[in-house]
């Protein structure tokens, strides 16, 4: 700011106190409105049946109780369902971990003829709505006899158009001469992949760590599709069932306290590395 | 010389085939093919669990089926609705949220943007059971503070006219906090001797925004406006977790009615003619809106 607008228009005190009032009140409306839901999951998990059915509702219970929480593991097989799920969700993003880093490389530091009309095929996937290949993937996978088991599960989920092109972005921001230098001494394009590139890839591989584990871990549509035992449902699917056996409120609070297990590691997650969430949506926003 | 210089290009075009095919052979065995899997299955009469070779060729019967069937132009409706309603009111809350964000020089920013933010990331299918309770018209508490601000209780999911938009609600409660996050990254890329140019000009509030961050966002909200129209036509989840279509069809949307065609009445051909319809006005419409961004 220059000399010369400061004394051009500077407001008075009064009017900034004003200002940032209602600037922190807008904050905590934001606040209360996003929080709420939470709030409610929370107490709902922590009521007994009597509670949930006053009326008026209660805001929250006198007697908090956490035996829901128990309850949740006698009446579905959640362990089992919490398992199957990080089971699933961990060999999906290795998975998409490994193809994205090195297609990424490919198709930033490599030149090769049809490389952008290949980019732009893999690019286009990402339009492409999960329900087209369902029917397909499901036959597919039945004739493999591959329906509810975890190969079933993870199989399509091992790359994906966002991982690929999200390592691109990042690896085109590494100079050049550093793979050069490196190539001058003698390494192959495999150690220059594992050594050189993928120190520096870091921050960029967190975030897709992250985004691939939720995704996967939050992904209803293909376990709904192949999945027909309880042995083998997924966290979001046993969410499901729950609420489709337990309609009665009065059940609410077990199915409250699954839903809040279920969330716990996408939350966790989140609020442990945001930065590199947001940093990851940013260059694929705005570089797209 | 010569002969370590071609070497060390054909190791090198070697690296470029075995980097990529791992991660391309996925996509063209699970996305490619299953595509064109789903396109001839749509020209084709067949049930979930017949072979290929003995589906019967029908050419384009099962797209006239399907338009025929008002169900399905009902559900195509709907879920254009759904995307327009959400289009329209994350967009502008997504600006403003994402300047205030940017400029609010108070505490706790990052907390909102994390608070924000947080519920993109949890199960859709958990936010539905959570809304679904918030919804619930005699124990949930939206229509008891309903009451205390003297309105009229709703009957949101159970009923015609308000189920579709209590939907919306949750999926701009659920995604807002991602856009903004778009948003702010776009923000960040403005010069801001721009807005100091145009404050010594004189220019307000508005006018700046209007003449200066509005024009220089556009590539950011198109990107935002076409991901939000790929994600809001493909709306399943909350769909199937908290209505099934009803109250009267109402909330019925294409990959819901998709959906139950191929799992539950096992019209694995009309189910793909869905699916077709839907890819094509997927991709018909964010080219065309890129396309139109662009001109811009």
Redesign the interface.
């Known amino acids: 700011?220059?000399v010369?607008?400061k004394s051009?228009?500077r407001p008075s005190q009064g009017r900034r106190w004003l200002s940032?009032a209602l600037?922190?009140l807008?904050?905590v409306l934001?606040?209360v409105?996003?929080?709420?839901?939470?709030f409610?999951?929370i107490a709902?998990s922590l009521k007994s049946p009597e509670d949930?059915?006053?009326?008026?509702?209660v805001?929250w219970p006198a007697h908090p109780a956490f035996s829901s929480y128990r309850t949740v593991f006698e009446v579905t097989p959640f362990a089992r369902a919490i398992l199957n799920s990080l089971i699933v969700t961990v060999s999906s993003t290795v998975g998409i971990l490994?193809?994205?880093i090195?297609?990424g490389?490919?198709f930033a530091k490599?030149q090769?003829r049809g490389k952008n009309a290949?980019f732009v095929?893999?690019l286009a996937?990402m339009?492409?709505?999960?329900?087209?290949?369902?029917?397909?993937?499901?036959?597919?996978m039945?004739a493999l006899h591959l329906d509810n088991t975890y190969p079933g599960l993870i199989?399509?989920n091992?790359?994906?158009?966002f991982g690929?092109f999200l390592m691109r972005q990042f690896i085109a921001g590494i100079p050049d001469e550093l793979l050069e230098a490196a190539?001058l001494d003698g390494a192959?394009?495999?150690t220059l992949?594992w050594r050189v590139v993928v120190p520096l890839l870091r921050p960029a591989a967190a975030a897709l760590v992250l985004f691939a584990f939720?995704f996967q871990?939050?992904n209803?549509?293909w376990p709904?599709?192949i999945v027909y035992s309880p042995e083998m449902s997924t966290?979001?699917l046993s969410?499901?069932g729950l609420?489709t056996y337990t309609s009665s409120?009065t059940f609410?609070n077990i199915?409250?306290a699954g839903?809040a297990i279920?969330?716990l590691p996408?939350?966790l997650?989140?609020?442990w590395a945001?930065r590199y969430?947001?940093e990851g949506?940013?260059l694929t926003?705005?570089k797209? | 010389m010569i002969q370590r210089q071609r070497s060390?290009i054909r190791?090198?075009?070697?690296?470029?085939v075995?980097?990529?095919s791992?991660?391309?052979g996925?996509?063209i065995v699970?996305?490619?093919?299953?595509?064109l899997?789903?396109a001839w299955?749509s020209l084709h009469q067949g049930s979930?669990?017949i072979p290929y070779s003995r589906m019967r060729w029908v050419g384009l019967k099962n797209y006239a089926t399907v338009f025929e069937q008002p169900i399905f132009r009902t559900a195509l409706l709907n879920v254009f609705l759904y995307s327009l309603a959400n289009l329209v009111i994350i967009l502008p809350l997504a600006i403003l949220?994402g300047l205030?964000l940017y400029q609010?020089?108070?505490y706790?920013?990052n907390?909102?943007?994390?608070?924000?933010?947080?519920?993109y990331?949890?199960?859709?299918?958990?936010?539905a059971?959570?809304?679904?309770?918030?919804y619930?018209p005699?124990?949930?508490?939206l229509n008891?503070i309903l009451?205390w601000l003297h309105l009229p209780p709703q009957g949101w999911l159970g009923s015609v006219h308000e189920a579709m938009l209590s939907l919306v609600i949750l999926n701009v409660?659920q995604t807002l906090?991602?856009y903004v996050?778009?948003v702010?990254?776009?923000l960040?890329?403005i010069p801001q001797e721009y807005y100091?140019a145009a404050?010594?000009d004189g220019a307000g509030w508005w006018r700046r925004h209007w003449y200066i961050t509005l024009p220089l966002l556009r590539?950011?909200l198109a990107?935002v406006f076409v991901i939000l129209t790929?994600n809001t036509?493909?709306v399943?989840?909350p769909v199937?977790?908290l209505t099934q279509g009803s109250p009267v069809n109402s909330t019925d949307v294409a990959?819901y009615e998709?959906?139950i065609t191929?799992?539950n009445y096992g019209q694995?051909g009309q189910?793909?003619a869905m699916?077709?319809i839907?890819?094509a006005i997927?991709?018909v419409l964010?080219l065309f809106q890129l396309r139109l961004f662009r001109s811009l």
């Open positions: 700011m220059s010369y607008t051009y228009r940032l600037q922190y807008c904050m934001i606040l409105i996003m929080l709420f839901p939470f409610w999951l709902s949930l059915e006053a009326l008026p509702p805001w490994l193809t994205s090195m297609a490389y490919v490599h090769f290949i095929c893999v996937t339009m492409v709505p999960q329900f087209v290949m369902l029917i397909p993937l499901y036959r597919m039945a199989l399509p091992l790359a994906n158009g690929i190539r192959s394009e495999w992949l939720v871990w939050n209803f549509l709904l599709s966290v979001v969410l499901n609420r409120v609410a199915v409250m839903t279920g969330i996408s939350v997650l989140t609020l945001q969430f947001i949506i940013s926003g705005i797209g | 060390l190791s090198r075009s070697l690296a470029t075995g980097f990529l791992p991660g391309l996925l996509l699970f996305v490619a093919v299953p595509i899997l789903t299955i979930m669990a949220l205030f609010a020089r108070i706790g920013r907390l909102l943007r994390t608070v924000l933010f947080l519920p990331m949890i199960p859709t299918v958990a936010v059971i959570v809304w679904g309770y918030l619930e005699q124990y949930g508490p008891e009451t409660w906090g991602y996050v778009m702010v990254a776009g960040t890329e100091e404050s010594l590539r950011t990107f790929i036509l493909q399943f989840d199937y977790v990959a998709m959906y191929a799992f694995a189910a793909s699916a077709m839907m890819l997927v991709l964010s």
